[in-house]
Nanobody, 121 residues
Framework: QVQLVESGGGLVQPGGSLRLSCLASGITFSTYDMSWYRQAPGKERELVAVITSTGSSTNYADSVKGRFTISRDNAKNTVYLQMNSPKPEDTAVYYC??????????????WGQGTQVTVSS
């Protein structure tokens, strides 16, 4: 049974910091690319950041570049999102996402249940 369990969400003041964690179980974590998505009320889910299976490469949405950092610890089956200098527009439910492609065409992917992040003074 695959589980992605996010934690670390909550209320944070603008300009503060917050670290989200996502603990994976039931998968060979080190073979999956990992991502953070977010969804604000009334908006579509959007990609925030992605990290490759080895951690050698990362990519970010323009809106969070320079403020957020994605990282992973394959020994702990955990991916992180460090959120620095958050803004009110970063308020959303944040989701962890695991994906890999087998044999060039077979996609395996899983979602976490989400964790609420609210940026407000």
């Amino acid at each position: 049974q695959v589980q992605l369990v996010e934690s670390g969400g909550g209320l944070v003041q603008p300009g503060g910091s917050l670290r989200l964690s996502c603990l994976a179980s039931g998968i060979t974590f080190s073979t999956y690319d990992m991502s953070w998505y977010r969804q604000a009320p009334g908006k579509e889910r959007e990609l925030v950041a992605v990290i490759t299976s080895t951690g050698s490469s990362t990519n970010y949405a323009d809106s969070v570049k320079g403020r957020f950092t994605i990282s992973r610890d394959n020994a702990k089956n955990t991916v992180y999102l460090q959120m620095n200098s958050p803004k009110p527009e970063d308020t959303a439910v944040y989701y962890c996402y695991a994906k890999k492609i087998r044999w060039g065409y077979d996609k395996l992917d899983y979602w976490g249940q989400g964790t609420q992040v609210t940026v407000s003074s």
